[in-house]
C-alpha cells in the first residue's frame, strides 16, 4: 500500500507543479481522441440515422455488420492498420505509421461502430410519428433528421460520451500504431502502461488521474449541455 | 387534385389498402369513415405523401408522384395523426414549425402563429410544453400546426377523438373559417373517422372504408362480424349486445351493411316476415343530408334508420322514446 500512497503524492506534485510532460501527453491524448471523437461521430451518426430509417436492400447486413464490429479486439485493428500503414503496405506513401495521425486512424475504426450502432438503436427508439410530423410540416431530409435527433438527444449524448470513451482509453491501436514515442504519440494509456513498466508508479497514478479527469469532465460537460434541454 | 390509381398498399405482406381509385377534388370537404382499422389512417398518409403505396401510383394535379415525393409538393399537404405528437419545444414553437421551414419571418411567422391559436383557443397556452398539456391541447395544437401552414389539403385523422363538444365545435369552426378565407387556392380537407354524426354534420361527400376497400353501401351501420350457421338458409353475426341473421352462403370474417332506409321503424314489434326485430331507445334524431330523418337508435348496438319527417312525427321518435327496428335477413349486405 505504501508504493501507492506514495504515488499519489508524487502524482499531485507532478500535477501541481505542472509537468510538462504529464500536460504534453494529456493534450496529445485530449488532441487525438477529439479529433477522432468528430470524426467518428460526424460519419457514424448519419451512418446510424440512415440504417435507421430507410428502408433498403441489405440494410440488415449492413446493421449486423456494424454491431459486429462493436466488438473488434483493438489489437487486430491496430494489427490491420499497421499492415496497411507500414512501408510495404498500400496506404504506406501516406507516411503515418508512428505518427499521431495514425492513432487517429485506427480510434476513428474503433469508435465509428460504437456511433453508427448506438446512434441506428437510438435513432429506432424516437416515436415514428415524429419524423412524419416534421415531412408533414414541410421538413427537408436535414431538418427531418435534426428534429428526430433534437428528440433523441439524451442517447446520442450518450452514443458520443460512449465514443469518446472508448477512444481516450484505448492502448492497442495506440501502441501499434503510435509506437509510444516520447513527445511525439506518447498518449496517456501507452505511457501509464510504459511508466508502470519502469516501476515509476508516481509517474503513471498522475497520468491515470488525469485521464480519469478527462473522463469526468466530458461527461458532466454532455450532462450540462443535456440539463438545458426542456420538453 | 390528389388521387390514388390502382393502389395496393401492404405491411409485411399484409394487404390494408386495395382502392382502384380515390379522388379527393380540389375544395372538397370529404369525410373517409369505417371501423379501426379499416385502412384509413393508411390512406391518408398515402395521400399525405409521407409512403408510397407498395402498387399503383398517387396522382398529383393529374400528374404521377415519385416514389420519394418532392419537398416541394409534400408542402402542399399536411396531415394531422389520430394521436399527435408535439416536438420539443413550446407550444408557440410547435405551432410556427412548418412556417420556419418554409423560411418564413419571424414578425410574419408569429402573425400567423396568433392567428390559429386564437382560432383554435390556445392563445393561453402559447409558452405551455407538451408535457404541460392534455391530449385535447394537443391535438388542437396539432391541429394549428397544420392549418398555420395555409395547405392546399389538410388531412385529418380522428380530428375529435379526444375533445369534448365544445372544443370539437372550435375545431371546425376553425376549419370553416379557414376555408371560407380561401379566394384563389381553396382549401381541401379530408377527414378520417369512425363517427357518422361528425362526419354528416362536416363533410359534403362521405365514403366508407372496410377492410382496407371502398365500401359498395352507404356508410352507416357498418359491423365487422364472424359468420356463423344459424339455420337452413341463415348466418348469424353477434354485433355488440344482438345477433344479426342474414342470409348468405358465406361463414367466417365478414363485413355487414344494415342500409338505414330498409330499416322498419315502429313503437311496437311488427309482426311481419322481418328476421331482425331489436327492440331500443332513440338516441338522436336529425335531418339526414340525403332527405328525410335520422334516427339513431341503441338496440343493443347503435343503428341509424331513415324515414320519412312525416313518419317521425307520427311515431313522436325522440330522444330516449322507446323504438323498434325491423329488417329483413335478405336485406343485410354482406362483403
Given at each position: 500500500m505504501e508504493f501507492l500512497r506514495e504515488g499519489f503524492r508524487r502524482a499531485l506534485a507532478l500535477l501541481l507543479s505542472g509537468d510538462a510532460e504529464v500536460f504534453g501527453i494529456a493534450l496529445l491524448t485530449l488532441k487525438i481522441a477529439v479529433v477522432a471523437t468528430v470524426i467518428a461521430c460526424g460519419v457514424g451518426?448519419?451512418?446510424?440515422?440512415?440504417?435507421?430509417?430507410?428502408?433498403?436492400?441489405?440494410?440488415?447486413?449492413?446493421?449486423?455488420a456494424v454491431n459486429t464490429a462493436l466488438a473488434f479486439p483493438t489489437v487486430v485493428v491496430g494489427l490491420l492498420l499497421f499492415g496497411l500503414l507500414s512501408r510495404r503496405g498500400p496506404l504506406g506513401g501516406l507516411g503515418w505509421l508512428y505518427t499521431w495521425q495514425a492513432i487517429v486512424v485506427g480510434d476513428v475504426l474503433l469508435a465509428l461502430p460504437?456511433?453508427?450502432?448506438?446512434?441506428?438503436?437510438?435513432?429506432?427508439?424516437?416515436?415514428?410519428?415524429?419524423r412524419r410530423t416534421a415531412e408533414t410540416l414541410g421538413a427537408g431530409r436535414w431538418l427531418t433528421a435534426w428534429t428526430v435527433a433534437r428528440e433523441a438527444r439524451f442517447a446520442l449524448a450518450a452514443v458520443i460520451t460512449a465514443a469518446f470513451g472508448q477512444v481516450v482509453a484505448e492502448i492497442g491501436a495506440a501502441m501499434m500504431l503510435?509506437?509510444?514515442?516520447?513527445?511525439?504519440?506518447r498518449t496517456?494509456?501507452?505511457?501509464?502502461?510504459?511508466?508502470?513498466?519502469?516501476?515509476?508508479?508516481?509517474?503513471?497514478?498522475?497520468?491515470?488521474?488525469?485521464l480519469i479527469a478527462i473522463a469526468l469532465v466530458v461527461n458532466v460537460t454532455l450532462q450540462v449541455l443535456q440539463g438545458k434541454g426542456g420538453g | 387534385m390528389v388521387e390514388l390509381r390502382g393502389v395496393r398498399h401492404r405491411y409485411d405482406g399484409r394487404l390494408v389498402l386495395d382502392l382502384e381509385q380515390f379522388a379527393v377534388p380540389a375544395g372538397a370537404m370529404l369525410a373517409v369513415v369505417g371501423h379501426n382499422g379499416a385502412g384509413k389512417s393508411t390512406l391518408l398518409r398515402l395521400l399525405a405523401l409521407l409512403e408510397a403505396p407498395t402498387e399503383g401510383s398517387v396522382v398529383w394535379d393529374g400528374a404521377p408522384v415519385p416514389r420519394r415525393a418532392p419537398t416541394a409538393l409534400r408542402r402542399r399537404v399536411t396531415l394531422v395523426e389520430q394521436r399527435p405528437v408535439l416536438l420539443r419545444g413550446t407550444v408557440l414553437e410547435n405551432i410556427g414549425f412548418g412556417l420556419r421551414v418554409r423560411g418564413i419571418g419571424r414578425a410574419d411567422a408569429y402573425k400567423r402563429t396568433a392567428e390559429v391559436a386564437e382560432q383554435l383557443g390556445l392563445?393561453?397556452?402559447?409558452?405551455?410544453?407538451?408535457?404541460?398539456?392534455?391530449?385535447?391541447?394537443?391535438?388542437?395544437?396539432?391541429?394549428a400546426r397544420a392549418l398555420a401552414v395555409r395547405p392546399d389539403v389538410l388531412l385529418l385523422d380522428e380530428p375529435t377523438s379526444s375533445a369534448d363538444r365544445a372544443a370539437a365545435g372550435a375545431m371546425y369552426r376553425a376549419l370553416s373559417h379557414e376555408r371560407a378565407g380561401r379566394k384563389a387556392r381553396p382549401l381541401t380537407i379530408c377527414i378520417a373517422s369512425h363517427q357518422l354524426e361528425d362526419?354528416?354534420?362536416?363533410?359534403?361527400?362521405?365514403?366508407?372504408?372496410?377492410?382496407?376497400?371502398?365500401?359498395?353501401?352507404?356508410?352507416?351501420?357498418?359491423?365487422?362480424?364472424?359468420?356463423?350457421?344459424?339455420?337452413?338458409?341463415?348466418?348469424?353475426?353477434?354485433?355488440?349486445a344482438i345477433d344479426i341473421l342474414v342470409t348468405t352462403d358465406r361463414a367466417g370474417p365478414a363485413v355487414l351493411a344494415v342500409p338505414p332506409g330498409d330499416?322498419?321503424?315502429?313503437?311496437?314489434?311488427?309482426?311481419?316476415?322481418?328476421?331482425n326485430v331489436l327492440k331500443g331507445r332513440v338516441t338522436r334524431v336529425a335531418a339526414h343530408r340525403g332527405g328525410g330523418v335520422a334516427v339513431t337508435a341503441d338496440v343493443g348496438v347503435e343503428l341509424i334508420a331513415i324515414v320519412t319527417a312525416e313518419a317521425c312525427r307520427e311515431l313522436a321518435l325522440a330522444p330516449d322514446?322507446?323504438?323498434?327496428?325491423?329488417?329483413?335477413?335478405s336485406a343485410v349486405r354482406v362483403f
Open positions: 451518426l448519419p451512418l446510424g440515422y440512415l440504417l435507421a430509417t430507410r428502408r433498403f436492400w441489405g440494410r440488415r447486413a449492413a446493421l449486423t460504437i456511433a453508427a450502432a448506438l446512434s441506428a438503436a437510438a435513432v429506432q427508439g424516437v416515436d415514428p410519428r415524429v503510435g509506437g509510444n514515442i516520447r513527445g511525439s504519440t496517456l494509456t501507452t505511457a501509464v502502461a510504459l511508466y508502470t513498466a519502469q516501476g515509476d508508479f508516481g509517474l503513471a497514478v498522475a497520468l491515470g488521474l488525469v | 392563445l393561453s397556452l402559447l409558452e405551455r410544453r407538451r408535457t404541460e398539456l392534455s391530449d385535447g391541447e394537443v391535438q388542437r395544437v396539432a391541429v362526419a354528416y354534420r362536416w363533410a359534403d361527400d362521405i365514403r366508407a372504408l372496410a377492410d382496407g376497400r371502398l365500401s359498395p353501401v352507404t356508410p352507416e351501420n357498418l359491423f365487422r362480424v364472424e359468420l356463423a350457421p344459424a339455420g337452413t338458409d341463415t348466418m348469424s353475426a353477434r354485433v355488440g330499416i322498419f321503424v315502429s313503437r311496437e314489434p311488427l309482426s311481419s316476415s322481418a328476421r322514446a322507446p323504438v323498434v327496428f325491423s329488417f329483413k335477413a
